[in-house]
Each structure stands twice: as C-alpha cells, then as structure tokens.
C-alpha cells in the first residue's frame, strides 16, 4: 500500500515538472540573453559617459558591476519565488493526498 502511494506521488510530481518545463523550457536561454544583452547595454552606457567626461574606464566599470549585481539579485528574487510556489504546491498536494 505504502508503494502504491510512493509511486502514484513520485509520478504526480514528474508529471507535473515535465508539464512546467513544456511550458516555457524553465526560461534559461531567455534569462541568459537578457543578462549578456543588459552588461552588454550599460558597458555601452559607461563607454559613452566616460568618452564624454574623459574619465577612461570608471563608469564603464561601474556601470557593469552594477548591471551584474543588479542582475543577479533579480535571478535570486525569481528563484526564491518559483521555489516558495513549487514548494506550496507540493505541500498542497501531499495534503490533498493525506485527505482522501
């Protein structure tokens, strides 16, 4: 009996990341360009405003530490929501199967 409600948890879980990841493909690709493509903006941004301050590579410097940390804290944010959502899912479902 304890197999049986083993198995039947394990594939509702697979299942149910299997139909997370159909959705969107987890979004790394799209994450991944839109945190080169940023660095890439704001050392385009530092290049211009140390071109026209004559301060060679501070804000360029600068401005891409910033865009990096910047995103990064918004990778963290998104992972720390997706995990609070995935994990009250679970929990809702392991008590909806504890109920019947």
Do not use: C, H
Request: no cysteine.
């Amino acid at each position: 009996m304890l197999f049986n409600d083993s198995l039947a948890l394990m594939k509702l879980l697979f299942t149910q990341a299997r139909e997370s990841r159909g959705s969107g493909a987890d979004d790394n690709l799209g994450r991944g360009m839109e945190t080169a493509l940023l660095l890439a903006f704001f050392l385009g941004i530092g290049w211009l405003v140390d071109r026209w301050l004559g301060t060679r590579p501070l804000f360029m410097i600068g401005l891409v530490l910033f865009a990096a940390v910047g995103s990064f804290v918004k990778m963290k944010l998104d992972y720390d929501s997706r995990m609070e959502r995935l994990e009250a899912e679970r929990r809702n479902a392991s008590q909806a199967r504890t109920t019947r």
